[in-house]
């Protein structure tokens, strides 16, 4: 059984920053790409940003604008998002997921971390 862990949420002032952590354990043949995703009360889920394992340029949504940073560790099957320059838009439960293959459906989720940026 796969699960993805995700930590690192919390409350931040706007401005501040918060580093989010996601371990992948359990038997996974492959990981392709890792990706993280938010949703925000009463809004769909959406891309944040993506990573693929072949080393190709990290995928980032226009909304980012350069504030946070995707990395990845395959040999620990870890994900990190650094964020900085968080505003209040960004409060939304944030979800690690990873995939096999390098397109479609991700395969496995994990349970959320809340980020709440508020003054």
């Known amino acids: 059984q796969v699960q993805l862990v995700e930590s690192g949420g919390g409350l931040v002032q706007p401005g501040g920053s918060l580093n989010l952590s996601c371990a992948v354990s359990?038997?996974?043949?492959?990981?392709?790409?890792m990706a993280w995703y938010r949703q925000a009360p009463g809004k769909h889920r959406e891309l944040v940003a993506a990573?693929?394992?072949?080393?190709?340029?990290?995928v980032y949504e226009n909304f980012v604008e350069g504030r946070f940073t995707i990395s990845g560790d395959n040999a620990k099957n870890t994900v990190s998002l650094q964020m900085t320059n968080l505003n209040p838009e960004d409060t939304a439960v944030y979800y690690c997921a990873v995939r096999s293959r390098g397109w479609g459906d991700y395969d496995y989720w994990g349970q959320g971390t809340q980020v709440t940026v508020s003054s």
């Open positions: 990573l693929t394992s072949g080393g190709a340029t990290p």
């Open positions: 359990g038997s996974i043949f492959r990981i392709d790409t």
